[in-house]
């Protein structure tokens, strides 16, 4: 499985007792030692490489499966059924999804309540975010480019495709969340004016509603259909450019998580886990990147959250 941010990994060695045990890996020897415990230890689904170094293991390379044995791309194995399908057909390849968000807009700069509003545009600051995020992704081949209609991500994508021939294409299931009359207000004034449903919109958002309309359950409907839409289309790495809320329920939705808090789990550490994996636990900033591996199955494996290093400086990715 990836990890949450790139540039952090745990030490190859934390790896090797729990695939030694599944009998999953043949130890190559290198030519200064292994020890004969571990190079009796062969398996038929893999081939790791070890090459010592003064202080400790280092280089350590693990070849996938072939896709009919690991239904995940990368090292993970037996993850069949770990995840539900996004599509519930399959596909005719694996797949690769960046999603980004879009950059800062005016109403973001004034801490307002933005919503599906159209009124909120991106800035100049933002604008620059977009560039960084296009600079940032020059050594990425995408086949398409998804989007929000609504101004400030369409601008962000505007950006990003910049110069490119592949489609760019906006889809409605791909709009943030409709937050009626809250849209346009300063965070501060709603918290006054209304209290108890922006106090549920800030704390308990599966629950927050007006007239009967729950915006954030009906945000989980519409990520699913997105969802759908981009994995069927044609081509193996896709770029996608959207908000936050959308970007949250994108990544439930392909990790199984609901927009609730879950309290009939016997486990108390699964209890644990899907508590603190409801809606708000999960941020993204402007401009930041999400990447997830789909397999033919349209199973989703988080790869990557919320990578920031190419606003900072002038890191460029390639996955």
């Known amino acids: 499985m990836g990890y949450a941010s790139l540039g952090t990994q745990p030490s190859p060695a934390a790896f090797l007792p729990s695939l030694l045990a599944r009998g999953r890996l043949h130890l190559r020897p290198s030519p200064l030692h292994v020890s004969p415990h571990l190079r009796k230890r062969t398996g038929k689904l893999g081939v790791l490489t070890i090459k010592a170094a003064h202080s400790g293991m280092s280089n350590v390379s693990v070849e996938s499966p072939p896709d009919n044995e690991a239904s995940v791309t990368g090292a ?67 086949n398409v480019c998804f989007s929000s209609p609504i101004s400030r991500a369409k601008s962000t994508a505007k950006i990003i495709w910049k110069g490119k021939e592949e489609p760019l294409i906006f889809l409605d299931s791909l709009k943030e969340a409709h937050l009626f009359f809250l849209e346009g207000m300063t965070n501060a004034d709603a918290k006054r004016e209304y209290p108890e449903l922006y106090t549920r919109w800030r704390e308990d958002p599966a629950n927050f509603h007006v007239n009967g309309i729950y ?105």
């Open 76 to 142: 993970a194995y037996s993850f069949s059924g770990a995840t539900t399908s996004l599509t519930n057909e399959i596909l005719t390849s694996s797949k690769k999804i960046t999603l980004v968000r879009h950059g800062l807009s005016t109403w973001n700069a004034e801490s307002r309540v933005q919503g599906s509003s159209n009124l909120s545009v991106l800035t100049e600051t933002g604008g620059k975010q977009a560039e960084k995020c296009r600079a940032a992704l020059t050594n990425m081949k995408f």
């Open 215 to 319: 915006p954030i359950r009906k945000l989980w409907g519409t990520s699913r259909e997105a969802w759908k839409e981009i994995l069927l289309t044609p081509g193996e790495n896709l770029l996608v450019v959207t908000h936050k809320s959308i970007l949250r329920a994108l990544i439930c939705t392909a990790l199984g998580l609901p927009p609730e808090r879950i309290s009939n789990i016997s486990s108390s550490f699964l209890k644990t886990v899907s508590e603190s994996c409801r809606f708000r636990s999960i941020d993204v900033n402007n401009g930041g990147m999400c990447v997830f591996t789909v397999n033919k199955r349209g199973e989703a494996i988080l790869q990557a959250l919320n990578m920031t290093a190419h606003m900072y400086s002038d890191h460029t990715y390639q996955y």
